[in-house]
């Protein structure tokens, strides 16, 4: 049976670099395996989820190469919790309690005290009818929990793609709720639903989710359902060591868009970050899932670093062919052809460099008048400038002549003739910019160094 896995975003900010590794772990392993990828935008929270999130993430989700094949929100499927809660309910597994937040917090501390773990102590499930309607009569309403384990074994257990053999002990757990006092649902329920209604196959997640994972195979099987197959990673911290938040803004993969970051890039090393294999180029998404495996993540918190992804995304320009440049220059004004982008590449750290590069070989240059002692050297390069058509070779035989004419070699050469063409020290190549700003242009800026 083809794979299906799910990311599982909530709608309530932008996605950051750490969601995006899930993302990618989940679109990765479906590129290799085959299968579909669903994008679930977990929206019970009505007050805090906004439409305009869930299109900043599909957005986000795209532009990093990810195409869910089906989307859909768990807002519009309420009505299959309600089933799954009352069936739940028959059965006897969701059991209505009364306690209020303090009261809870109450036990908990007069269990600390006598050494007992910190869990539900289950008193609810002794209520009667009466002592329920009078519960209700002074104008409580329940919320509803989970009976974890009905007297079989305590300990669940499965096979982490990530961690390997995991276990918890469900009588460390508290019952959960599943149904809060508002009727409204907690993450547990749904999620579960959804994963059996959609025959998720993989569930592909952070580690936070580990201690769900005991809870949810319980529910998996109060409903009636195999699980699936479960993946935790280890998380992505900011460089100081904290972890990410939607709320912050930070790492948000909107935001490294905005700055010009490659896609790609972004996915490298959102990727390959915390794990044994090296940021470095690959062609492309495919390429990443070819030599993901899950064993090769490593299990603590692992750094994002911006500076290596300026770093990897110089990298990945350097090595950029023109064809898939060229729309995206064009849409920046900065295409000037295959010889420009081979030419400039190597000196842009964001593609949208290039653009500046352009303006250098278009002109006008701001360059300032060359100090007297290197006057000689643009004379002499003005005399030789040879006649056109120009090309690479062009800078060679003229600039021996120059050398020639003045005595002047290396840099004491190049640089007065660099900073006359670009009005810059530094730069590509100046034997691939000569054809490129052409004859004309060389000589006027040529010429415009010797006015002062
Ligand atoms: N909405 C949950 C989250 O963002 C989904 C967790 C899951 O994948 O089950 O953490």
Redo the contacts with the bound molecule.
């Keep these: 049976m083809p794979a299906t896995v799910?990311f599982?975003?909530?709608p309530t900010g932008h996605i950051h670099v750490g969601n995006a590794r899930t993302a990618l772990f989940n679109w990765l392993f479906i590129l290799r395996e085959g299968g579909r990828f669903l994008l679930r935008f977990?929206d019970t929270d009505r007050e805090r989820s906004r439409e305009e999130y869930a299109e900043a993430i599909d957005r986000d989700l795209r532009w990093l190469g990810i195409a869910p094949h089906e989307t859909f929100r768990q807002s519009e499927r309420l009505d299959r919790y309600e089933t799954a809660a009352d069936r739940l309910r028959a059965s006897g597994r969701l059991y209505a309690c009364y306690e209020t937040p303090e009261e809870l917090d109450r036990k908990r501390k007069a269990r600390l005290r006598r050494g007992l773990p910190p869990v539900y102590d289950r008193a609810a499930l002794a209520l009667t009818a009466e002592q329920k309607r009078a519960l209700e009569a002074e104008g409580r309403r329940p919320h509803w929990r989970f009976l974890l384990e009905t007297g079989g074994p305590p300990e669940l257990a499965w096979d982490d793609l990530f961690r390997g053999r995991q276990r918890v002990d469900l009588a460390s757990l508290s019952d959960p709720v599943l149904v809060r006092e508002d009727g409204s649902f907690t993450?547990t329920l749904p999620?579960v639903v959804d994963d059996i209604d959609r025959a998720v196959s993989h569930?592909i997640?952070?580690d936070d989710?580990v201690t769900n994972t005991g809870v949810q195979i319980a529910l998996f099987a109060a409903l009636g359902a195999a699980p699936p197959v479960f993946g935790h990673h280890n998380l992505l911290l900011d460089a100081s060591g904290e972890g990410l938040s939607k709320r912050s803004g930070a790492q948000s993969v909107a935001s490294y868009r905005d700055a010009g970051y490659e896609a790609l890039a972004v996915a490298i090393l959102a990727v390959r970050t915390g794990t044994s294999d090296a940021a470095e180029p690959v062609a492309d998404l495919a390429a990443l899932a070819a030599s993901f495996d899950p064993r090769r993540v490593s299990h603590g918190g692992a750094r994002f670093d911006t500076a290596e992804l300026d770093a990897l995304n110089a990298r990945i320009l350097h090595g950029l062919p023109y064809d898939d440049a060229a729309p995206r220059l064009q849409a920046i004004g900065a295409d000037g052809g295959e010889a420009f982008w081979l030419a400039v590449r190597g000196n842009c750290t964001r593609l949208r460099d290039a653009a500046d590069w352009r303006r250098v070989v278009r002109g006008p240059v701001a360059a300032s008048p060359a100090p007297p002692e290197d006057e000689p050297v643009i004379a002499a390069a003005l005399a030789a400038l040879p006649p056109e058509p120009w090309d690479r070779s062009t800078w060679g035989p003229w600039t021996d002549a120059v050398k020639a004419a003045t005595g002047r070699k290396g840099r004491a050469l190049f640089m007065p003739i660099r900073r006359a063409l670009t009005g810059l020290d530094h730069g590509p190549e100046l034997a691939a910019l000569l054809p490129l700003i052409g004859r004309t242009d060389t000589q006027a800026r040529l010429a415009a160094s010797l006015r002062r």
């Design positions: 799910r599982a975003p909530s977990d993450y999620s569930v997640r952070g989710h």
